[in-house]
């Protein structure tokens, strides 16, 4: 969602999650080795002892598929388009993998093995 429904401070927080959801997607591309997270650690002051500790923690491998879609505004209209498209997306994959995507166990099935 481009457009703010609630623009505070004229939408300074509203721009603050856009971009923090843009960079989100271009890490899940790129990913992070150990050498830029150790970099970053000791940009931050972290010490040595502190960086060893944490580094398996802030790795990550990139090329991480991902689908990030981005409306004007989010209205009840572009809300059930964004619904039916990722139900569709759901179907598609379903049909690629040869499984019933709607067809799959869950806490329903459970509903019905417990006594009356």
Do not use: C
Request: aromatic share 8%; charged share 20%; net charge negative.
């Amino acid at each position: 969602m481009v457009e703010t429904h609630n623009p505070i401070s004229d939408g300074l927080h509203h721009k603050i999650l856009l971009s923090n959801f843009l960079a989100q997607t271009e890490a899940l591309m790129k990913g992070k080795t150990p050498e830029e997270a150790a970099k970053e650690l000791q940009a931050a002051g972290i010490s040595e002892k502190d960086i060893e500790a944490l580094l398996s923690h802030k790795v990550f491998s990139g090329n991480r598929p991902t689908n990030s879609v981005v409306l004007q505004k989010l209205t009840p209209n572009s809300l059930g388009a964004l619904i039916a498209m990722y139900e569709h997306k759901i179907f598609v994959q379903g049909k690629i993998w040869d499984i019933n995507s709607f067809d799959q166990w869950g806490p329903i099935d459970f509903s019905y093995m417990q006594p009356s």
